[in-house]
């Protein structure tokens, strides 16, 4: 199984392909495995269940997740999001909401995600609606 960092990796971009094809979740997660397939190396991936239970959680509860984070995000709707940054924020309000991390490694490595694969101007963003959603939960 591979690390949760790596797995969170994977998460965001089935989570993009998803949100931008439209395809049901099962093929977005088989295109992501046959990427993997044809890119890495010959042998087939190991299954990452980590990373298929956050996909597939955050794509289920997409419209209560996206209901939270247009409440948190300042006047930002979420089709003016930068779809990277939109898919950050599900797959974290989904891990911060229905799974047993530390709220404090959620947003560290949402943080971190967004350094990755969006850029820093998105990283105060996320960062400022993360801490909302968390402020949000405590009460």
């Known amino acids: 199984m591979p690390a949760r960092h790596t797995s969170r990796q994977r998460a965001l971009q089935v989570l993009y392909q998803w949100d931008m094809t439209k395809l049901p ?4 997660i088989s295109a992501y495995y046959e990427s993997l397939y044809s890119e890495e190396n010959a042998q087939r991936p190991d299954q990452d269940s980590f990373m298929e ?3 597939r959680g955050a794509s289920d509860m997409a419209p209560n997740l996206d209901k939270r ?4 995000s300042q006047h930002w709707r979420l089709e003016r999001m930068p779809p990277v ?3 950050i ?3 974290a309000i ?3 909401t229905c799974q047993k991390t ?5 947003i560290d490595e949402a943080l971190e995600l967004a350094r990755q694969f ?5 990283v105060g963003f996320i960062n400022g609606v993360l801490d909302a959603v968390h402020k949000e939960l405590r009460n």
Do not use: C, T, Y
């Not at 979740?25 to 977005?28: L, N, R, S, Y």
């Open 94 to 96: 989904f891990e911060m």
């Open 102 to 106: 530390p709220i404090a490694i959620v």
């Open 53 to 55: 239970e956050l996909a």
């Open 89 to 91: 924020l599900r797959l």
């Open 69 to 72: 984070i247009e409440h948190n």
């Open 118 to 122: 969006s850029g820093e101007e998105s």
């Open 25 to 28: 979740m099962d093929e977005a």
């Open 85 to 87: 940054d939109r898919n």
